[in-house]
């Protein structure tokens, strides 16, 4: 591995950068002589970013995006850990809710869109039930999985010092699962910006997906990345922070690692 080589390895944030930059380089090369209605340089975008952050319009979209998301994000949190330790530590729970989630988590959430539009409406409730309803289910699974996987040595651990149930469930289970319940989390934020789409796709047509129907609509494809780059920034930047919040409630799974590849 030569000095270069090496350079990079060690700083990864830097190594990202250049890779980032490399390919909007490209990207500008090429769009420079292509058709502007497929494809339009980061120039032209940046411009269109400009125009539409002035004049309010992303700033009104994505702030009219936040509520249904925010809402539906700790609907699907929430409810999914509280369901995920129903059906992982009580084996009533189980078998009476294990078919229905089965059920519900195979069936293609786009099928039950008319469905939840003729129950929960066009606006606000509407657009949060799609997103709870794509959400929801990475924090149940991984929730009942940490449950399960819990179940075992350390049960019989703290059962051999005497420890109630009630101690074992809030002392032993419960922190730690921690680290698969982020890990639910993680992958649920990302779904829950999918939902907040789609959502809008399908309902009053308002906030990030309503800009890119508007902008698909009229043909503007430099304003059209827009709200499309925006979104991404916001799996990025949501991801990054769960990973964050994930190592400081698990810093002791994370300090087993580092034990181990030293």
């Not at 509280?82 to 195979?106: K, M, S």
């Not at 059962?159 to 101690?167: D, I, P, T, V």
């Not at 979104?231 to 799974?253: D, I, K, N, P």
């Amino acid at each position: 591995m030569n000095a270069a080589a090496r350079y990079l390895r060690d700083r990864p944030n830097l190594h990202r950068t250049i890779a980032v930059i490399l390919f909007f380089a490209f990207w500008e090369m090429v769009a420079q002589d292509a058709n502007p209605l497929f494809i339009v340089p980061p120039s032209a975008i940046f411009m269109a970013f400009a125009e539409i952050l002035v004049n309010g319009d992303l700033i009104t979209a994505f702030l009219a995006s936040m509520v249904p998301f925010l809402i539906g994000n700790a609907i699907s949190i929430v409810g999914g850990i509280a369901i995920g330790v129903l059906v992982g530590q009580w084996w009533f729970f189980e078998r009476t809710l294990d078919p229905f989630i089965n059920a519900l988590y195979a069936i293609p959430r786009v099928a039950l869109i008319p469905l939840i539009i003729l129950w929960a409406g066009l606006e606000l409730w509407g657009k949060v039930t799609i997103l709870v309803s794509i959400a929801i289910f990475p924090v149940i699974i991984n929730t009942y999985s940490g449950i399960r996987d819990v179940r075992g040595s350390y049960l019989e651990i703290g059962k051999a010092f005497g420890a109630s149930e009630s101690q074992i469930f809030f002392k032993i289970t419960m922190p730690a699962i921690v680290p698969f319940v982020m890990a639910g989390i993680r992958m649920a934020v990302g779904l829950a910006i999918i939902g907040m789409v789609v959502g809008e796709f399908f309902t009053a047509m308002t906030g990030l997906g309503g800009l890119i129907v508007l902008y698909a609509n009229v043909f503007a494809t430099d304003k059209l990345f827009v709200p499309i780059i925006m979104v991404g920034l916001m799996g990025v930047g949501l991801t990054e922070l769960v990973m964050f919040a994930e190592r400081r409630l698990s810093r002791w799974r994370f300090l087993e690692r580092e034990r181990a590849g030293g």
